[in-house]
């Protein structure tokens, strides 16, 4: 088991940053692949960031990548997504989830832990 909260979501006009934090507590954080999905009014929950259990490898949606990071430290279990360039069409309710057995690469937006979630919205 592990539980997962969200901070440092906002109000950011587009073409600004944030960066969102999630501290996990629970046994074992450095064998779970963290991850970062995100859900509109309205839509369906996407996936946006994934990392592995050391930290070495990264997997982005194509909306996000080349604009968001996703990191962790797993001394502090803690896992980061810095948010840049941000655009109107990111406004949504940022989650982080944590999977035991997930692949790396997937899109899926079906992890096992998840938090309450983070409330981002970008203005134009």
């Known amino acids: 088991q592990v539980q997962l909260v969200e901070s440092g979501g906002g109000l950011v006009q587009a073409g600004g940053s944030l960066r969102l934090s999630c501290a996990a507590s629970?046994?074992?954080?450095?064998?779970?692949?963290m991850g970062w999905c995100r859900q509109a009014p309205g839509k369906e929950r996407e996936f946006v960031a994934a990392?592995?259990?050391?930290?070495?490898?990264?997997f982005y949606a194509a909306s996000v990548k080349g604009r968001f990071t996703i990191s962790r430290d797993n001394a502090k279990n803690t896992v980061y997504l810095q948010m840049n360039s941000l655009k109107p069409e990111d406004t949504a309710l940022y989650y982080c989830?944590?999977?035991?057995?997930?692949?790396?690469?997937?899109?899926?937006?079906?992890?096992?832990?998840w938090g309450q979630g983070t409330q981002v919205t970008v203005s134009s």
């Open positions: 989830a944590a999977d035991s057995t997930r692949p790396l690469r997937s899109i899926k937006p079906d992890f096992d832990y």
């Open positions: 629970g046994r074992m954080f450095n064998t779970y692949v």
């Open positions: 990392i592995t259990y050391g930290g070495g490898s990264t």
